[in-house]
């Protein structure tokens, strides 16, 4: 059965923002995606920041260097979440998930090690959870997109 083929200026069976027809419909606007995209890291990195200095308090009080710890771990955490991110979109199936991995695994791994673990425990806690991550994200890209990477509808 031949199909056409088609040119420019031709309807290329998309809608909307180059989606598929069948896609479902994008209910939010511009402005609240770009709002996400700046407020998922902040609350991320605070989140990260605040567990990772009441680990570093050891349930002492709560002083101003342990207040400093977790600001700066929460700063560096958004930052890398936002960095990662971006360089994530612009690799492959495989790069992107073997990035994702290990960012996962080092961020477990920094937290399990400010809790006063032998090193050889963290390392290999830090592993497991970046090639579980590589490994489920992986899946997850291989069954979602098409032999070029773009992401099946």
Known sequence: MAHAVPTTGTSTGRGARGRAPNALPDVFSERTHLMAKWALPVLAGLVYGYW???????????????????????????????????????????????????????AVGFLYSRSGVAMFTCVLVSLLIAAAVTGALFYRYYTCEDAEGHRIA
């Open 52 to 106: 990772a200095a009441s680990i570093s308090r050891r349930g002492g009080p709560i002083t101003g260097w342990n207040l400093l710890f977790g600001f700066m771990t929460a700063l560096a955490f958004a930052i890398l979440y936002a960095v990662v991110r971006a360089v994530a979109q612009r690799l492959p199936r495989e790069g992107h998930a073997v990035l994702w991995g290990a960012f996962a695994g080092s």
